[in-house]
C-alpha cells in the first residue's frame, strides 16, 4: 500500500510569489491535515480537511488556504510569500472515523522563499 | 488551549542501553490521546506509541513503552536495548478526544534529538 505522498519535495521561490504543495493520501483514507515544521516554532497545525470540506483551522493568516479534491487528494497554497513562510510542509492523512485514527505523514514539501 | 513540553532538547544512549524520554502536557479536558512520533533523518514521521487517557495502563509496542502519569500530567517514553536505528527526533503530541473538527489536530511538543552512540 502506498504511503501518503508529497510533491514537492523541495522548492525555492522569491518573496510575494505563491506556491501550491500537493498532497495524495493513503488509498481511502478521506482525512488529510497539514502541518508546517520550523526549527522555531517546530510542528504547527494548519488545516484539516474531509470529505472536501475544512473541518478544523489552526493559527496562521488567510494566506495560507487549502482544499480537498473528491479523490481526498489535497492541495495547500500560500500566497504572497514571506521568508518566514519557508518551512518543511508535512501532510498527514488519517483513515479511521473514530477517535484513535493514526496520523500518516509524508516526507514533506521543503519550501526556501528567498 | 493545550500545550506540550518536551524540557529535553538532546538526549543521547548508548547502542543497548535504556533511554527515557520526557514529556509533560497541559489539559482541563478528561477525553485525550496521547503519542509518541518519531522523525528520522529522512524525515518522515512515524508514530512509535499511542495512549487513550482513559486507560490506566500503560502502552507498550516492543522495546518502546510510556510511563503515563495522568494526574502528573506526565507522558514519558522508554526506549529499551537502544538499537542505532532509533536515532531521530523524538515528538510528544496531544489530542483532543471530543468530536467536531478536532480529531486531526495534534499539539506537538518541541522534540527531542535521540542519539545513539555504538
Known amino acids: 500500500k502506498a504511503g501518503v505522498t508529497q510533491t514537492p519535495r523541495y522548492l525555492i521561490k522569491t518573496r510575494g510569489q505563491q506556491v501550491t504543495l500537493s498532497c495524495s493520501p493513503i488509498?481511502?483514507?478521506?482525512?488529510v491535515s497539514w502541518y508546517q515544521q520550523t526549527p522555531g516554532q517546530g510542528l504547527q497545525f494548519l488545516f484539516e480537511?474531509?470529505?472536501?470540506?475544512?473541518?478544523n483551522k489552526g493559527n496562521f493568516p488567510g494566506r495560507f488556504s487549502g482544499r480537498q479534491f473528491s479523490n481526498s487528494r489535497s492541495e495547500m497554497n500560500v500566497s504572497t510569500l514571506e521568508l518566514g513562510d519557508s518551512a518543511l510542509y508535512l501532510c498527514a492523512s488519517r483513515g479511521l472515523v473514530g477517535n484513535t485514527g493514526e496520523l500518516f505523514f509524508g516526507e514533506g514539501s521543503r519550501l526556501t522563499v528567498l | 488551549a493545550q500545550t506540550v513540553t518536551q524540557s529535553q532538547p538532546e538526549m543521547s544512549v548508548q547502542e543497548a542501553e535504556t533511554v527515557t524520554l520526557s514529556c509533560t502536557y497541559d489539559?482541563?479536558?478528561?477525553?485525550?490521546?496521547l503519542f509518541w512520533y518519531k522523525q528520522p533523518p529522512s524525515r518522515q514521521m512515524i508514530l512509535v506509541i499511542r495512549q487513550e487517557a482513559y486507560k490506566q495502563q500503560n502502552a507498550t509496542e516492543n522495546r518502546f513503552s510510556v510511563n503515563f502519569q495522568k494526574a502528573a500530567k506526565s507522558f514519558s517514553l522508554k526506549i529499551s536495548d537502544s538499537q542505532l536505528g532509533d536515532a531521530a527526533m523524538y515528538f510528544c503530541?496531544?489530542?483532543?478526544?471530543?468530536?467536531?473538527?478536532?480529531?486531526?489536530?495534534?499539539?506537538f511538543g518541541k522534540g527531542t534529538k535521540l542519539s545513539v552512540k555504538p
Open positions: 503530541a496531544y489530542r483532543s478526544g471530543g468530536g467536531g473538527g478536532s480529531q486531526g489536530n495534534l499539539i
Open positions: 488509498s481511502g483514507h478521506r482525512s
Open positions: 489539559t482541563s479536558e478528561s477525553d485525550y490521546y
Open positions: 480537511y474531509f470529505s472536501e470540506t475544512q473541518r
